[in-house]
């Protein structure tokens, strides 16, 4: 059964800690993207990677972190330089050109205690 | 910085009524548009795309295009009250990235 798993579904962080979110892909899609979503707005891309070992700052890549090791696996840190961390964060893919649809992973609630 | 645009509702629609979402976009090169449709608290899941000027149908989703005006709908026939979530507008700009909209609340009345 094809498709994007992140986990954990929950992730709570305290101050000075560094988390990581994961995802993972089976639909052997070579594009990586991994969002932020506040309430009432859209998203917004912090980082994304085109293949194996390259990924590309987005929009707010501050105080977060990626690697790119494997095709199927694209996880996200979120640094203790991340000020205000509290968002849905949501991990997508594509086969590989912007042309082409992106899938969703179920996403990852980050809450500051 | 390049844009895309919905008016974020809500909008409220009887049940078996039309539903009409609208979405401008500033990058004149963005080539391919999708619709997404997000649940609150869930992640957000695909509708439609549409890549050609005029209509493209399925269901009882309708996507419309107009590149000229950097302008594209989407008509929900039939609106159900499980239609009730908020739909985002998605364009793509440049080789790999994608700008999404704030996303229009759609409420179906019983």
């Known amino acids: 059964d094809g498709g994007i798993t992140q986990s954990p579904k929950y992730l709570f962080r305290k101050e000075g800690q560094n988390v990581t979110l994961s995802c993972e892909q089976n639909l052997n899609h070579d594009a990586m993207y991994w969002y932020r979503q506040d309430p009432g707005q859209g998203l917004r891309l912090i980082y994304y990677s085109q293949i194996v070992n390259d990924f590309q700052k987005g929009d707010i890549a501050e105080g977060y972190s990626v690697s790119r090791e494997k095709k199927e696996s694209f996880p996200l840190t979120v640094t203790s330089a991340q000020k205000n961390p509290t968002a849905f964060y949501l991990c997508a893919s594509s086969i590989g050109l912007a042309r082409e649809t992106q899938y969703f992973g179920p996403g990852t609630r980050l809450l500051v205690l | 910085q390049k844009e895309v645009e919905q008016n974020s509702g809500p909008l409220s629609v009887p049940e078996g009524a039309i539903a009409s979402l609208n979405c401008t976009y500033s990058d004149r090169g963005s080539q391919s548009f999708f619709w997404y449709r997000q649940y609150s608290g869930k992640s957000p899941e695909l509708i439609m795309f549409?890549?050609?000027?005029g209509d493209k149908e399925d269901g009882r989703f309708t996507a419309q295009l107009n590149k000229a005006s950097q302008y594209v709908s989407l008509l929900i026939r039939d609106s159900q009250p499980s239609d009730s979530a908020t739909y985002l507008c998605a364009v793509t700009s440049g080789t790999y990235k994608y700008i999404f909209g704030t996303g229009t609340r759609l409420k179906v009345l019983a």
């Open positions: 549409i890549y050609s000027n």
